[in-house]
């Protein structure tokens, strides 16, 4: 009878290799305007949601992905969009003050965008896990980020027909 080989203990032998990180998938809020101006830049991308506040950039890593919802073209319009505007991957870094002038100095994140089109949000609302009632699908949007799967951003991304390996889904 043959005997198996014995196992080594990763304190004698080579250790494991670090599993795969766990991305975030979020959804950021803004009108498309500023979203727009966040990915205008190849290579300068970045992100700002609630009004410049830092906490809720601090909730993210490096490599979580990002799609930025715009629900109007212009802050305060009344000129309806509620379309995907950008995709992308936060970048390493903590989030940062950036002097806008007039007094209003927000924090943004650093975000490499990935070529993509716009796609409006409407087709995709009965296949969302993220929404619960249909009725009320913008509910989720109130707080300027929401946390989603990685099924909603396959979804997301698919529509504006982002490349899925560069958002490694």
Known sequence: MRWPEPVQSPLWGEAAPPASPRRGNWIAVACADHARRGCA???????????????????????????????TVSMGGSDRLQAFVSVGLVKPGDPYAFDMGGGFVPYRRGVDYVPAREAPIAPLLDHFDFVQDRARWGYAFRFGLVAINDHDMRLIAGAMGADRQSLHL
């Open 41 to 71: 830049e190849p290579g300068a991308g970045f992100m700002q949601v609630c009004h410049g506040k830092a906490a809720p950039l601090r909730r993210m890593q490096a490599g979580d992905r990002v799609a930025y919802y715009a629900p």
